[in-house]
């Protein structure tokens, strides 16, 4: 079985987000930043090259494939901010149909900027997700 190549790095999440050369993009952030940590209850950890995750649980799939993941985070791309929600969308449609200007995929969350979006609702959105994992999942 292949492992993931994303794992916790000990890299500098500020000076990681510092180095995002769009100054707009470095802004929303260092915003997202405490807003995920105040959600999640979890400080920032760099995974990879260019993820700030928050949290991690655990998983094994029917296959016997397991691992570890981050219970949610964000991604500073060259045109949109992903957020990534890891039990997905379906739980959240009230949230969704009043959260502004995104797009999604299965678990990510495509923005452009912070201001396209309801932040009190982005925050509720992330409450609950990490909620659900830490029900369903072991979690740190």
């Not at 190549?5 to 100054?23: A, D, Y």
């Not at 920032?44 to 799939?61: K, M, N, P, T």
């Not at 969308?89 to 502004?100: K, N, T």
């Amino acid at each position: 079985m292949s492992e993931l190549k994303t794992k916790p790095s000990r890299k500098s999440v500020k000076s990681f987000l510092q180095s995002v050369e769009h100054e707009g993009i470095k802004a929303d952030c260092f915003k997202l930043l405490l807003i995920m940590e105040k959600a999640s209850k979890r400080k920032a950890r760099l995974w990879g090259d260019s993820i700030v995750g928050f949290g991690e649980y655990h998983y094994q799939y029917a296959s016997g494939h397991k691992g570890t993941w981050m219970l949610t985070g964000f991604s500073p791309r060259k045109r949109k901010l992903v957020i990534y929600v890891m039990p997905g969308f379906s739980a959240y449609a009230e949230l969704m149909r009043d959260l502004g200007k995104y797009t999604t995929g299965k678990s990510c969350l495509y923005i452009n900027r912070l201001d396209d979006v309801n932040c009190k609702l982005l925050k509720q959105l992330i409450v609950r997700s990490v909620h659900h994992m830490e029900v369903n999942y072991q979690c740190r």
